[in-house]
C-alpha cells in the first residue's frame, strides 16, 4: 500500500482510482470489472484487481487505465518486470500519455527497476520514432542508471527543442532533471538557468524557486538564495514540505544550522510529519546543541512509530550525547533487533552500538581511576 499511497501523491495522483465508483445495490447493474479493479487495488487485493483489470483489458484494448491498474497490481505483487511491461505496453498504444510516464517514474522511484525501465523505453523509442515524450524520459532512464552522459544528450535537446504542444508538467519535469545533471557537474549557472526557463512557465512553483535557491547556495551567494526560499515559502500550499525542502538543501551544501532554521517552521506546522520531526532532532544532536528539544522532537517521532529503526537510532544519538549512555545502548539494542541482519541499517545500526558501549567503556575506567595517565 506504501507504493499506492505515493503514486496518490504523484503528479497523475493515480487519478484513475478515483473514475470509478463501485456500486451493486439491488435491481442495479452488476459491476463492470474495471470497476471492480479499481475498488480491489484500492484496497490491496492485488491478485483479484490483476484478474478483474485483464478481463477489462479483454473487453476493450485501449483502455489505458486498465492498463496502469494491470502494472500497480503487479508492482503490489512485487513483479516489478511485469508492471513496467504493462505501463510499456500502455505507451505503445498511446505514447503522449503523460500520466503513463509520471506513473513509470513514481513507480520506479520506489522500488529497484531503473535498468528495466531503461529497456522499455529504449524499445519504445525504436518502435515510435520522433516522439518528445519518450526521448526526454529515456533521458531520464539514463540519469537512474547513471549514465549522464547520455542522459545530458537527450535532455539537452528535450528542453532545447520543446513542440509547443508538449504538456507543461513533462516541460518541467525535463528542465529538473537537466538542472540536476548540471549541479551533480557542478554547472551551477547552467543548472540556475534551466530552472529560471521553467520558472517562466510556474512563476510561483515552490520546487522551481527551491532549485534556484540550491544553485545560488553552491555557488556561495547564501543571500541571494534565501530570497528564492523565502519566495518559495509563500507561494507555497504546503509549508510543512516546502520548509523541510529548504532545510534539506541547507543540510546537504554544509550549513546545518541554517537547516535548523527552516526544519524548526516545518515542526510548527499542524501536519508535520514524524520524520520531519526526526530530521530536525538528529540535526540538533549532530551540532550538539539544543538537546533537550531534540530529545522532545525524537521521542514525538518514536511515539509515532516505535519500530522505525532510523527514529530510534535518533533518540539514542540524543541520549549519548547527553551522557545517557546506558539508554542509548538499550535503544541501540533495540534497533538491531528489529533491524534484519542484511538489511539496509543493519551494519550502520551496528557501528552505533560498538560507539556507544566503548564510550561506556572508558568512561567505567575513568570513574575507576584506570583510565588516568601517570600525571593525572
Known amino acids: 500500500m506504501q507504493l499506492l499511497r505515493s503514486l496518490q501523491r ?45 478481463r477489462a483489458v479483454r473487453e476493450d484494448a485501449q483502455d489505458s487505465n486498465m492498463r496502469v491498474v494491470t502494472a500497480l497490481a503487479e508492482a503490489g505483487l512485487g513483479r516489478y518486470e511485469q508492471s513496467v511491461g504493462a505501463l510499456a505496453g500502455a505507451l505503445r498504444r498511446d505514447p503522449n500519455d503523460v500520466r503513463i510516464y509520471s506513473t513509470l517514474r513514481s513507480l520506479c522511484g520506489q522500488q529497484d527497476c531503473a535498468e528495466i525501465a531503461l529497456g522499455a523505453l529504449q524499445e519504445l ?41 508538449v504538456d507543461e508538467s513533462e516541460q518541467i519535469f525535463a528542465h529538473r532533471q537537466l538542472s540536476r545533471l548540471y549541479l551533480d557537474t557542478e554547472r551551477f549557472a547552467d543548472a540556475a538557468r534551466v530552472l ?6 510556474r512563476p510561483q512553483d515552490p520546487r522551481l524557486l527551491i532549485g534556484i535557491g540550491e544553485c545560488q547556495l553552491r555557488e556561495g551567494e547564501e543571500d541571494g538564495a ?3 526560499f523565502e519566495r518559495a515559502l509563500e507561494a507555497a500550499e504546503n509549508t510543512v514540505e516546502t520548509a523541510s525542502l529548504i532545510a534539506q538543501v541547507h543540510y546537504n551544501t554544509g550549513l546545518p544550522r541554517r537547516a535548523i532554521q527552516y526544519y ?21 544532536a549532530e551540532e550538539g546543541i ?16 516505535a519500530v522505525n529503526v532510523v527514529y530510534l537510532d535518533t533518540y539514542a544519538e540524543v541520549q549519548f550525547r547527553q551522557g ?8 541501540m539494542k533495540r534497533a538491531i533487533a528489529l533491524e534484519p541482519e542484511g538489511g539496509e541499517h543493519f551494519e550502520y545500526l551496528r557501528g552505533q552500538l560498538v560507539r556507544f ?6 568512561n567505567a575506567l575513568g570513574e575507576s581511576g584506570l583510565g588516568r595517565s601517570p600525571d593525572g
Open 357 to 362: 558501549e566503548s564510550e561506556s567503556a572508558l
Open 324 to 331: 545517557r549512555t546506558g539508554r542509548a545502548i538499550a535503544l
Open 125 to 165: 523509442s525504436r518502435t515510435v520514432e520522433d516522439n518528445w515524450y519518450v526521448q526526454a524520459n529515456l533521458g531520464w532512464a539514463w540519469a537512474i542508471n547513471d549514465d549522464p552522459d547520455q542522459a545530458l544528450i537527450l535532455l539537452e535537446e528535450a528542453v532545447g527543442d520543446l513542440p509547443p504542444e
Open 10 to 54: 504523484h503528479s497523475w495522483a493515480l487519478a484513475v482510482t478515483g473514475v470509478f465508483v463501485v456500486q451493486n445495490h439491488c435491481g442495479m447493474p452488476g459491476i463492470e470489472h474495471s470497476q471492480l479493479a479499481v475498488h480491489l487495488l484500492e484496497r490491496g487485493q492485488f491478485e483479484r484487481a490483476l484478474r478483474e483489470a485483464r
Open 290 to 305: 539544543g538537546l533537550e528539544r531534540a530529545e522532545d522532537l525524537s521521542l514525538r517521532a518514536v511515539k509515532a512509530d
Open 196 to 201: 529560471e526557463g521553467a520558472l517562466m512557465l
Open 226 to 228: 534565501q530570497i528564492y
Open 264 to 284: 524548526e517552521v516545518a515542526a510548527q506546522q499542524r501536519l508535520v510529519t514524524p520524520l520531519i520531526l526526526n530530521n530536525l532532532a538528529w540535526t540538533y
